[in-house]
């Protein structure tokens, strides 16, 4: 008997060591880092989105032109959404999808859009930034590469023809939008009218993002927009990659934002 009372001491003594968890362990365990659970929150984040995507390294920077077919782009990590940004219901007719990927000086973004009929500004010139963009059919990336800093990022539109606006974005200040910014970015698009979609590429200089350090260590903080359809706002299709959350019916809801992750 006391020989099998010191086996059992002597197994149980190697259980601990090991580290098997032991009944109620599990309640007691510290919460794993962000970097262990794919992008999971910390409890004291702003953020309230956990969604992730990554953007691949690119070895050789190339100028847009909206063709998304390029080899790089079949490497990217692509998703997709059709889901409206502020309820459940979703629009296959205008399923989205996007990539991203990076190099030592651009981050470069591409969109691939279903659409059922173009809601554009006719006969502009796509040269110039165009104020309000935003009530047409645009595609938008807001990024914030310093997510410590929730009200401050930068935004970036296109339009199906070209048209396009980047803004510095402060929600702590009256207007909340710096249209006098200028990023020096780079844009092209392509319509397929047979097939019914139209894609954009969009090459992002580093040197005008406030970023720490590039690439940086962490993730940074950011969402895809889509606005699609003809007619009144209520009549439109509002489409995001993260939902927004909360009562704020407003694009400009950063803690709704997901992850962007850099990997080689």
Known sequence: MKALKLLLAVAAALIALRGVPRPGYEAMRPPLPAEAL??????????????????????????????????????AAWMKFD??????????????EVASLWSPAYLYVAYRCKYTALNIYEGEDPAKERWELWNRDVVEVF?????????????????????WIDL????????????????????????DAQKHVWTCEMRIPIRALDAPAWPP???????????????????????????????????????SFGLIRFVK
């Open 38 to 75: 794919g992008g999971a929150m910390p409890e004291s984040s702003p953020y309230q989105s956990d969604l992730l995507i990554q953007s691949h390294f690119l070895s050789q920077d190339f100028v847009p032109d909206g063709n998304v077919q390029k080899d790089v782009w079949m490497r």
């Open 83 to 96: 889901h409206d940004t502020f309820s459940s219901r979703t629009y296959p007719q205008s399923e989205t």
């Open 143 to 163: 990024v914030n590469p310093r997510p410590e800093h929730l009200n401050q990022y930068y935004e970036f539109e296109v339009a199906p023809n070209n048209q």
């Open 168 to 191: 510095i974005i402060d929600l702590d200040k009256k207007p909340m939008n710096d249209a006098g910014w200028n990023s020096g970015w780079d844009h092209a698009t392509h319509i």
């Open 217 to 255: 260590k962490t993730e940074w903080r950011i969402n895809f927009f889509r606005a699609d359809g003809p007619g009144p706002d209520p009549q439109r299709r509002f489409l995001s990659w993260s939902p927004i959350q909360g009562s704020k019916h407003s694009f400009h809801t950063p803690s």
